[in-house]
C-alpha cells in the first residue's frame, strides 16, 4: 500500500465517523437559533465554543474605559486544569497498575496464591472506587493523595483481573511444547505464559486508563480545587451551562486522545500477536 492510499483511507475513516457527529451538531444549532431550546439549560454549540476558546486562551489585559472593546474575560485555565488532571490520571494509573500486575501474575500462574487471594479479591472488586471517598479524605485530608488514591483503585481490579484471566488462560499446546523442549520454571513463565498473557495485560490496561479517567473526574469534584471536574463542579454554582458543556468537552477530547495512545501502543507491541492469529 502506497503512503498516498493510506492517507486517504485514514481521511475516509475520519469523514466517515464524523459525519454524525457533525450533523447532531447542526441539528443542535439550528434548534437554539430557532429558540426551540433554552439557552440557560442547553446553550448553541456557537456559545459552547466561544466559552471552550475563552477557557483555553490565556489571560488578556484590557482597558474597560475604551468604548467598543470586548472584554473575553479569558481565563487560561484550560491548560492548567488538564495537566493537573492528567498528572492525578498518569500517578494513579502508574501506582494501581504496578501494584496489579504482579499479583495478577502470581495470582494466575500459582493456584495455592489463586485459592489464598480470590476471595478478598471478589469481595472488594464490586465496590465502586466512590464508595472510598470518606475514607480517602479521612486518611489523606484534600489534595492529591485522596484523589490519586481513588485512581489507583479503579485502575486496579481492571489490570489485576485481565492478568490473571491471561496467564490462566494461556493455550496448553504452548505449555506442552515448551516442556517437551525441556524448558524449566522461570523459562516457561518468561518465555511462554508471560507474553502469551500479554493481550490479556494490555487489555486490561487500557481498561484500567478509562476507569483512572473516570474517577478523576469524580475525585476532582470533592477532594481538590484544580482539575476538569472541579472546574465543571465550579460552573454548576454559577450556572454556566456553556463552560459545564466545554469542560464536558475538553474531558472527551482528552480521553479521546488517551485511549488513541493506548490502543497505538497495543497495536505495536502485539504486532507478533497479530501475525500468529493470521
Known amino acids: 500500500m502506497t503512503s498516498g492510499t ?10 466517515r465517523g464524523a459525519a454524525v457527529p457533525a450533523v447532531v451538531i447542526a441539528v443542535w444549532q439550528i434548534l437554539s437559533m430557532m429558540g426551540y431550546v433554552n439557552p440557560q439549560i442547553l446553550p448553541a454549540p456557537s456559545a459552547v465554543l466561544v466559552r471552550w476558546y475563552q477557557y483555553l486562551a490565556p489571560i488578556e489585559a484590557y482597558d474597560p474605559s475604551k468604548s467598543g472593546y470586548v472584554a473575553w474575560l479569558l481565563s487560561g485555565e484550560l491548560l492548567a486544569d488538564a495537566y493537573a488532571s492528567l498528572y492525578r490520571v498518569v500517578v494513579g494509573f502508574l501506582i494501581g497498575a504496578g501494584l496489579a500486575l504482579p499479583l495478577g501474575l502470581a495470582m494466575g500462574a500459582t493456584e495455592r496464591v489463586y485459592k489464598l487471594l480470590d476471595p478478598l479479591v471478589q469481595i472488594l472488586r464490586p465496590i465502586p472506587p466512590i464508595a472510598y471517598i470518606p ?26 483481573m485481565n492478568t490473571i484471566s491471561g496467564v490462566r488462560h494461556v493455550d496448553g499446546i504452548y505449555i506442552r511444547a515448551a516442556r ?8 516457561m513463565f518468561l518465555r511462554v505464559i508471560l507474553p502469551a498473557a500479554t493481550p490479556y495485560i494490555l487489555t486490561g490496561a487500557r481498561i484500567g486508563v478509562g476507569t483512572a479517567f473516570i474517577v478523576v473526574i469524580v475525585s476532582e469534584m470533592i477532594a481538590v480545587n484544580n482539575g476538569l471536574g472541579f472546574r465543571i463542579l465550579e460552573a454548576r454554582e454559577f450556572f454556566w451551562s456553556d463552560k459545564i458543556i466545554a469542560g464536558m468537552l475538553s474531558i472527551g477530547l482528552l480521553g479521546l ?9 497495543n497495536a505495536h507491541l502485539l504486532k507478533w500477536h497479530r501475525g500468529i492469529e493470521s
Not at 517437551?180 to 523459562?187: E, I
Open 180 to 187: 517437551n523442549l525441556g524448558a524449566g520454571r522461570a523459562t
Open 257 to 265: 486522545g488517551i485511549d488513541t495512545g493506548m490502543e497505538r501502543l
Open 135 to 160: 475514607l480517602s479524605i479521612l486518611w489523606f485530608g484534600l489534595g492529591n493523595p485522596p484523589a490519586i488514591f481513588l485512581i489507583s483503585i479503579g485502575a486496579f481490579f481492571p489490570v489485576l
Open 6 to 15: 493510506g492517507w486517504s483511507e485514514r481521511l475516509s475513516g475520519f469523514l
